[in-house]
Structure formats: structure tokens, C-alpha cells
Nanobody, 116 residues
Framework: QVQLVESGGGLVQPGGSLRLSCETS???????MYWYRQAPGEQRELVAR???????NYLDTVKGRFTISRDSAKNTVYLQMDSLKPEDTAVYYC???????????WGQGTQVTVSS
């Protein structure tokens, strides 16, 4: 059973920082790991990805502000979010995609609100 548990969301002022964590029940090097977000009334969008080999990709609007990383020993993936903007407000979800099976597993999400 693959379990993903996100944490670290909250309310922050514009320009502030948050670090999201995604704790997993699997060896994350066997998975490609993703952070998505979904704002009210909007479609879920891919924010960042880290492959099993450690390569990273980002949504254009978060490049230079967000950093995805992982701790393989803890089987945890992080999303460091700096210089936050009101338009970053959304529920952030962690996803694991099996490198071989390509099966997707999702966490329950964590709310991030950027507001003064």
C-alpha cells in the first residue's frame, strides 16, 4: 500500500516562504515524484517534478522561486517555496509515479494561502 502524506501548508504573507513535505511509505528512488496544485475553480497543474534519477523540472511561473528536493533516506520529498505570491494560493498535492509500472498515487493535499 503506497501512502503519501503532505504537510507544511499554511497562511503566509506575500514574499514569504513555506516548505512542504511529502512523506511516503515507499523507496522514492523507485518513483518519479511530483508536486501539483489546484486553485479554486481551476484545473490541477504540475508545479515541479523530480525523477527517480534526480532530474528536476518546474512550471515556468515558479522557476527560480520553488525548489523540489528529496531525502532518500527518509523517503520524503520537499517543495521549498520562496517569494510566494497570492497567485500561488492553492491546495498542493504530492504524487508518486512508479518508474516501471507508471501507476500514480496521490496524497490528500495541503492548503497554501498567500495573503496579507
Amino acid at each position: 500500500q503506497v501512502q503519501l502524506v503532505e504537510s507544511g501548508g499554511g497562511l503566509v504573507q506575500p514574499g514569504g516562504s513555506l516548505r512542504l513535505s511529502c512523506e511516503t511509505s515507499v523507496r522514492i528512488v523507485l518513483f518519479h515524484m511530483y508536486w501539483y496544485r489546484q486553485a479554486p475553480g481551476e484545473q490541477r497543474e504540475l508545479v515541479a517534478r523530480i525523477t527517480g534519477d534526480g532530474h528536476t523540472n518546474y512550471l515556468d511561473t515558479v522557476k527560480g522561486r520553488f525548489t523540489i528536493s528529496r531525502d532518500s533516506a527518509k523517503n520524503t520529498v520537499y517543495l521549498q517555496m520562496d517569494s510566494l505570491k497570492p497567485e500561488d494560493t492553492a491546495v498542493y498535492y504530492c504524487k508518486a509515479e512508479g518508474r516501471l509500472s507508471q501507476t500514480n498515487y496521490w496524497g490528500q493535499g495541503t492548503q497554501v494561502t498567500v495573503s496579507s
